[in-house]
Nanobody, 120 residues
Framework: QVQVVESGGDLAQAGGSLRLSCAASGSMLRINDMGWYRQAAGKQRDPVAT???????NYVESVKGRFTISRDNAKNTVYLQMNSLKAEDTGVYYC??????????????WGQGTQVTVSS
């Protein structure tokens, strides 16, 4: 069984920075894509940034130039560096990892989420 645990969410001032971390552990052959998703209160969960196991990244337009996603494959960890925070960045941030199991199945695993609140 694979577990995904996020950390780093906090209360921040507008213009400030936060760094989120997400570590995957358990039985898996490989991690493919990893990504961060955001769910604001009363809204759907939307992608923020994704990264392939080769390091290619994608960002939602609203965070380009402010957020940076990166990963450490040796630690099965993905990070989200968030700079120049805005009130609209507030929400629960979820990590999703796409893994290959020991039985060669492809499975999506979600973390429990970490709260980011930006005060203006």
């Amino acid at each position: 069984q694979v577990q995904v645990v996020e950390s780093g969410g906090d209360l921040a001032q507008a213009g400030g920075s936060l760094r989120l971390s997400c570590a995957a552990s358990g039985s898996m052959l490989r991690i493919n894509d990893m990504g961060w998703y955001r769910q604001a209160a009363g809204k759907q969960r939307d992608p923020v940034a994704t990264i392939t196991n080769g390091g290619s990244t994608n960002y939602v337009e609203s965070v380009k130039g402010r957020f940076t996603i990166s990963r450490d494959n040796a630690k099965n960890t993905v990070y989200l560096q968030m700079n120049s925070l805005k009130a609209e960045d507030t929400g629960v941030y979820y990590c999703k990892v796409n893994i290959v199991t020991p039985l060669w199945s492809r499975v999506e695993v979600w973390g429990q989420g970490t709260q980011v609140t930006v005060s203006s």
